[in-house]
């Protein structure tokens, strides 16, 4: 069977650990990476969550820093920063739901869908909103890493920083919003890149995938 580009490029890419500070990702391809991240589906397309895209080399270098010193973050061109809501409130499902409206014209079970939404939701303990909100950004990084590697740009998504000091640096907190993901966006250097050689890795199929007929 033949691979189809994507899944060529899916095995083309990694999770860059050395990337090239000459190199500098176009504009027209970061734009492309952030719209993907922005068509990406999200629960009840509510998009809990912003991304930041930073090219600031003094606020990527204090980022750096609280982030177990990951080069890419400063030797990429690009670091998107994933971040969710701290929890939902009827004033952004309201926002939502008008939204729809503007878009869609008056739709009666629209307003009832998300005022049922508003009804589960809200009750809800702040952590299980905001982990809820976060897991929609994950979606999101999965489309970005996936548009990335179409357009042949390095990535490295990146869990290991302290999301308290990265919410710090940003002026999360007053926004209602937690960082939870890190992504740089940059080019390999292909002689400093210890991964790059290695082979990839993944479970085999019958191992993974169970099939119910």
Excluded: C
């Amino acid at each position: 069977m033949s691979q189809s580009t994507l899944m060529e490029k899916l095995s083309w890419r990694y999770a860059t650990k050395k990337m090239d500070p000459e190199q500098v990702v176009p504009q027209d391809k970061v734009d492309q990476i952030v719209e993907a991240v922005r068509m990406a589906p999200t629960s009840s397309g509510t998009q809990p969550f912003e991304l930041f895209v930073i090219t600031n080399p003094g606020i990527r270098a204090e980022i750096r820093k609280v982030a177990w010193d990951q080069s890419p973050i400063t030797e990429g061109s690009h670091l998107l920063v994933f971040a969710a809501w701290d929890n939902y409130s009827a004033d952004r499902i309201d926002a939502v739901t008008a939204q729809m409206t503007d878009e869609r014209g008056e739709i009666p079970m629209l307003n009832q869908y998300y005022d049922n939404l508003k009804a589960k939701y809200l009750p809800r303990d702040e952590t299980v909103n905001h982990d809820h909100a976060a897991r929609q950004a994950y979606i999101a990084l999965g489309f970005a890493l996936a548009a990335a590697a179409e357009l042949g740009v390095d990535s490295t998504p990146m869990e290991g920083f302290d999301p308290a000091k990265v919410d710090e640096i940003l002026g999360l907190k007053d926004r209602g919003l937690r960082s939870v993901l890190l992504l740089p966006l940059g080019y390999r250097q292909a002689d400093g890149d210890w991964l790059l050689p290695m082979k990839k890795v993944r479970k085999a199929s019958e191992t993974m995938v169970t099939l119910i007929d």
